[in-house]
């Protein structure tokens, strides 16, 4: 999906409950539902949108025919709204997050899944330069390597979003591009199911994506990320990352130590060095060799600086257009390492750090911005520029610049 419809759609996404928060905006969801089929005669007014929105889809090519088919049954689901605006006040903590995503269990399935689809996996990664790990890897945290595809039936779920919800626009032209993919025959009404929020399939492509970057892997003419047999899905993944850029051999990052004394106001994304100039920094990986060199590299801090270190590489961004998250990032990441046989992250995580609610962190970016800290958006999305003013107002005031947004810079800034 492209990076605004990961951002609105995160908090749909995975079944481990970041559950799709990522971002609620918790960056890290509760986990999808099973089913959201709890639906209601239709309102007066939602039968009159309906009936405005047929023009509009006709308009843009849509048959008379496929949406009869379509909406035949279609039904308001008002459990679907509640979901859309009762999302958690509270994110979970990065570790606490990895906790499910990276799981043991995960892990295990994920290696399990990997041996099962080994053969499918290899061609894959031998058409579109993608590491068959990192497409297990978003299988496992999108779906649960198919375990958890969602079973709301997306016309209805669209449909409401796009009457009723808080990004009407957003969801109408995703139940335009639905309507396109049921008109090009991919699937059927009755089979086109999903997440409450849209995505489909075993890596939750959402309908502007699969018309995008959906491939038929299977060559059998139809590009099915639905069925049981997950091959189109896996590769229409793939076929996503090579699209934005992926690296074929550089790694998404490294975890690293830093030096006693490091300079932490030489950390985030905005500053990038080769591996070497990190080492003569004294940035050396978790065994005490120097990074191979795998292109320029920032040094990332996800939880400040009494939390785990990491070196990322231009792979983490590509990652990112999947979902914006560092927690999901992170994730993925860590967990296709896990896979292939990496060892669990090693150093330890600041587990007594409460996290910031959403009001709690767009209270800290209007703080930032008042004392002349610009954070650019007061949007309770703790990004880069965040960050960075988070860093720049720690070493004003002669504290560790290690951008960390924390509870404790939260009572300062007060």
Not at 208 to 217: G, I, K, R
Request: hydrophobic share 40%; no cysteine; aromatic share 10%.
């Amino acid at each position: 999906m492209n990076r605004a419809a990961a951002a609105a759609m995160a908090l749909a996404f995975l079944p481990v409950s970041t559950g799709a928060a990522p971002m609620a905006q918790s960056p890290f969801p509760d986990a999808r539902p099973v089913s959201l089929v709890q639906t209601v005669a239709l309102p007066a007014r939602f039968e009159n949108w309906i009936s405005g929105f047929r023009g509009r889809a006709l308009s843009q090519g849509i048959t008379a025919a496929t949406f009869q088919r379509a909406f035949a049954g279609v039904e308001y689901m008002p459990q679907v709204i509640r979901r859309d605006r009762n999302q958690a006040e509270f994110s979970k903590q990065l570790w606490e997050y990895l906790d499910t995503a990276v799981s043991d269990a995960r892990v295990r399935n994920g290696r399990a899944a990997f041996e099962t689809h080994r053969r499918t996996l290899a061609e894959i990664e031998a058409r579109y330069g993608v590491e068959a790990e990192v497409v297990t890897a978003i299988w496992g945290l999108e779906s649960a390597y198919g375990v958890v595809r969602g079973s709301t039936p997306m016309v209805s779920a669209l449909a409401t979003l796009a009457y009723d919800g808080r990004r009407g626009a957003f969801f109408e032209d995703q139940l335009i591009a639905a309507l396109q993919i049921l008109q090009a025959g991919d699937i059927t009404p009755g089979r086109m199911t999903g997440s409450w929020a849209g995505a489909m399939g075993h890596t939750q492509f959402i309908p502007t994506s699969y018309l995008d970057y959906a491939v038929d892997f299977t060559g059998d003419g139809r590009r099915d990320i639905w069925g049981d047999d997950p091959t189109d899905a896996l590769a229409s993944t793939a076929a996503y990352l090579k699209r934005f850029g992926w690296t074929k051999g550089q790694p998404w990052g490294v975890e690293v130590r830093l030096p006693q004394g490091f300079d932490f106001s030489q950390t985030g994304e905005k500053i990038k060095r080769s591996p070497r100039d990190w080492a003569r920094m004294g940035v050396r990986d978790m065994t005490g060799a120097q990074v191979p060199n795998h292109g320029k590299a920032s040094i990332l801090l996800p939880a400040g600086a009494r939390g785990a270190a990491f070196m990322i590489f231009d792979n983490f961004h590509v990652i990112e257009r999947y979902n914006t998250a560092d927690a999901y990032v992170i994730a993925v990441g860590h967990l296709s390492d896990r896979i292939t046989g990496g060892p669990p992250i090693q150093a330890s995580w600041p587990r007594g750090d409460r996290g910031l609610s959403l009001s709690e962190k767009k209270e800290m970016q209007r703080l930032l911005t008042r004392a002349g800290f610009d954070t650019g958006k007061i949007d309770g999305i703790i990004g880069p520029n965040t960050i960075d003013a988070v860093r720049r107002y720690q070493a004003s005031r002669g504290l560790q610049p290690d951008g960390y947004a924390s509870l404790d810079m939260l009572k300062r800034l007060r």
